[in-house]
C-alpha cells in the first residue's frame, strides 16, 4: 500500500465567531490583592470546572443550612489526623452540620484526642516489635464504653461521646463524640471488626461491636432518610462510608421516604471507585446533583467551611 501525502490546500475553514468556546471572559480568575478578605479570595476563584463545582458545594450546603435541611459530614480517620477537628465542631455549633458518621478509626483518633490531645502513633515502629494498637488506655477505656453503651441501647458513637463527658478527659473540647453528645447531634462510628486497633485488645466483646454500630447503622439510616434538600458529604472514605449511605439510602427509599433531590460530594485526595458510584453518581440518579472535588483535606475542608460561613453571613445581611 502507498500512502501519498495529503495536501491542506481545500481544508475548510469557518470564522471563530461560530464557533461556541468553553472559557469566557468573565469565567476567568481574578489576581490576588494584597490585603483582601476571604471573601474577595472566593471570589476571585475561576468559575471553570472545579472552581464552579466548589461555588455548586457551598451554595447547596447555605441552601441546605437556610432552608433547615441536613448536611450531613462522613468522613475516614485521616480527617482527623490532618487537624480539622476544630472546623467540624465550629460547624456544629454554628448549625451547619446536622450529623456526622465516623469509621472506628476516626472513632479512635477523636477519642485519643479528647484523653491526650494527641494522637496517630507510628505504625512501623509498632509493627515491627508487635505493639502496634496496644495502647493500653485506648483499648480498655473505647471497649468498656461500647459496652456499656450497648447495656442502655445506646450506639457506638452516643456511647463513646458520654464516656467523654463523663470521664477524665482534659481535652475534651476537642473531640467531635462529645460535640455530639452536649449538642445533641447525631455523631454515629461504623465499625467493621477486625480493622480497629481495640480490636486486638482482650477487652474486646465482639457482640459489643456489633451491636453497639448496627445501633448506630439505624440511627444514620433515620437521619438519609430526612436527607431531601440536604447535603451529604465523603471527606476520605474510600469504602466504609459510600456503602454505608448506599444502605441507608435503599432502607430508606423502601420505608416510603422520599430521598431524591439532594446534593452529594466527595473530598478525596484521589479519584476512587465507590466514592464515585455510590456517593456522586448511583444516589442522585433520580434528582440532585453529585460531585467529586480531589484535593487534599486539610485545603478542602477549611475552603468549604469558610466559604460557607461567609456565604450565610452575606445573606444575613
Not at 209 to 227: I, R
Not at 307 to 314: F, R, Y
Request: net charge neutral; glycine share 10%.
Amino acid at each position: 500500500m502507498e500512502f501519498p501525502p495529503l495536501h491542506f490546500d481545500r481544508v475548510r475553514t469557518y470564522p471563530i465567531r461560530e464557533r461556541p468556546n468553553k472559557v469566557h471572559l468573565n469565567e476567568l480568575a481574578s489576581a490576588w490583592k494584597p490585603g483582601g478578605s476571604f471573601a474577595q479570595f472566593f471570589e476571585s476563584l475561576p468559575r471553570i470546572l472545579a472552581g464552579n463545582d466548589f461555588r455548586a458545594v457551598v451554595d447547596a450546603t447555605v441552601s441546605a443550612v437556610r432552608n433547615r435541611r441536613p448536611v450531613v459530614v462522613m468522613m475516614g480517620a485521616h480527617t482527623i489526623k490532618c487537624g480539622l477537628n476544630p472546623i467540624f465542631l465550629d460547624l456544629m455549633k454554628r448549625g451547619v452540620i446536622s450529623a456526622i458518621a465516623f469509621n472506628g478509626a476516626g472513632a479512635i483518633h477523636d477519642f485519643e484526642l479528647a484523653y491526650i490531645g494527641e494522637t496517630s502513633e507510628d505504625v512501623q515502629r509498632g509493627l515491627d516489635d508487635g505493639s502496634f494498637g496496644m495502647i493500653d488506655e485506648t483499648g480498655r477505656l473505647m471497649n468498656q464504653a461500647l459496652a456499656d453503651g450497648v447495656k442502655q441501647g445506646v450506639g457506638a458513637g452516643r456511647a463513646l461521646g458520654e464516656a467523654i463527658v463523663t470521664g477524665q478527659f482534659r481535652n475534651r473540647e476537642l473531640s467531635i463524640l462529645h460535640q455530639g453528645v452536649i449538642g445533641k447531634i447525631p455523631v454515629t462510628v461504623h465499625i467493621a471488626i477486625g480493622t480497629d486497633i481495640i480490636h486486638q485488645h482482650p477487652t474486646t466483646d465482639g457482640g459489643v461491636l456489633g451491636e453497639a454500630t448496627y445501633l448506630d447503622f439505624q440511627k444514620f439510616a433515620s437521619v438519609v432518610a430526612q436527607l431531601e434538600g440536604g447535603v451529604v458529604f465523603n471527606i476520605g472514605s474510600a469504602v466504609i462510608m459510600p456503602e454505608l449511605f448506599l444502605k441507608a439510602l435503599t432502607i430508606a427509599r423502601n420505608l416510603g421516604h422520599k430521598v431524591e433531590n439532594f446534593t452529594t460530594v466527595t473530598f478525596d485526595m484521589i479519584h476512587q471507585y465507590r466514592s464515585a458510584e455510590n456517593i456522586v453518581r448511583r444516589p442522585t440518579h433520580k434528582g440532585g446533583h453529585g460531585y467529586y472535588i480531589i484535593g487534599h483535606h486539610e485545603l478542602l475542608v477549611p475552603l468549604w467551611a469558610a466559604a460557607t460561613i461567609e456565604q450565610l453571613k452575606s445573606n444575613e445581611r
